[in-house]
């Protein structure tokens, strides 16, 4: 696929997005499409749910974790510290305090990747610093985290160590 076609799809894409998001006349878009592309296509934005536990259980006060599922799907199930902010709300001024904090990192996170992701093209693009995604959601989180075990004989340190870091963060 071509340029001017993935930024065709890419530009749509954000603007049915924006479509359905509450209306906030005080935020524009501050990148250029092109610029918000690349940033989009990198693998910078992402953090693996590993790297989140560590952050949990390190106590890292440089993140904080947003679920961008509805209330409901919060209470029922969400990583320990995070914050709910349900993506139809995102924009909403109640929450600004949460986005703009760029000495930060926010990371976004719902059940798959498409609506961390969805969630990161629209703060990036009205010029939020520092969001990431949780490659995977919660759904990665589970299986890697929650559901996490060892079984082998032998265990290698690194596997040890990752081991033990998932077994923590379940709490």
């Not at 696929?1 to 993935?6: D, F, P, Q, V």
């Not at 530009?11 to 935020?27: C, D, E, R, S």
């Not at 749910?49 to 993140?63: G, M, P, Y």
């Not at 939020?128 to 559901?147: C, P, R």
Request: glycine residues 6%; negative net charge.
């Amino acid at each position: 696929m071509n340029a001017r076609i993935k930024l065709s799809v890419f530009l749509v894409g954000i603007g049915l997005m924006l479509a359905f998001l509450p209306y906030n006349a005080t935020k524009t878009f501050q990148l250029k499409p092109n610029d918000l592309l690349a940033k989009s296509i990198s693998n910078d934005i992402y953090f693996t749910v590993d790297e989140v536990a560590r952050f949990l259980n390190n106590e890292d006060s440089t993140i904080q974790i947003i679920d961008l599922r509805n209330a409901e799907a919060y209470k029922e199930c969400n990583i320990p510290g995070s914050v709910n902010i349900p993506f139809s709300d995102l924009l909403h001024p109640d929450w600004e305090g949460y986005l703009y904090q760029p000495e930060i990192k926010t990371i976004f996170y719902g059940n798959g990747d498409k609506t961390a992701n969805s969630a990161w093209t629209v703060a990036t693009g009205l010029g939020y610093k520092n969001i990431y995604v949780m490659k995977g959601g919660l759904n990665d989180w589970y299986k890697t985290v929650m559901l996490s075990n060892f079984e082998e004989e032998k265990i290698t340190p690194r596997e040890n160590v990752l081991f033990q870091t998932q077994a923590a963060a379940r709490d």
